[in-house]
């Protein structure tokens, strides 16, 4: 079952969609709380819940105002007409 209102590739190991805000929660979880992975990643060192808020909400606001690299490619891996730029990914080895 889809999550979002975009486009979703799926796979058996993998499913690629684009991020919203909703996902902020499971973003927290995985990412923001932990300093082991935010050691590498933003300011260094584990955030709050209303950090990752902001942070998918940022993801959403520029992916909305541009064509985003992960939407192309569904689009086009799904063979799905896309209203903005495309990628020729025909050929690749996936």
């Known amino acids: 079952m889809a999550r979002s ?3 979703v590739l799926r796979t058996q190991r993998l499913v690629m969609e684009p991020i919203r805000r909703e996902d902020s929660d499971d973003l927290f979880e995985s990412v923001v709380s932990q ?3 935010m050691r590498w990643l933003a300011t260094g060192r584990a955030d709050s819940r209303s ?7 940022d993801h959403v606001a ?3 105002r541009h064509a985003s690299p992960l939407t192309t490619m569904i689009y ?6 896309h209203p903005g730029i ?3 990914l ?3 080895p996936f």
């Open 76 to 81: 086009d891996l799904a063979d799905l007409p």
């Open 90 to 92: 025909r050929g690749l």
């Open 35 to 37: 300093d082991s992975v």
């Open 51 to 57: 950090a990752a808020e902001a942070m998918c909400d």
């Open 62 to 64: 520029h992916w909305t």
């Open 86 to 88: 495309s990628v020729e």
């Open 5 to 7: 209102s975009g486009p």
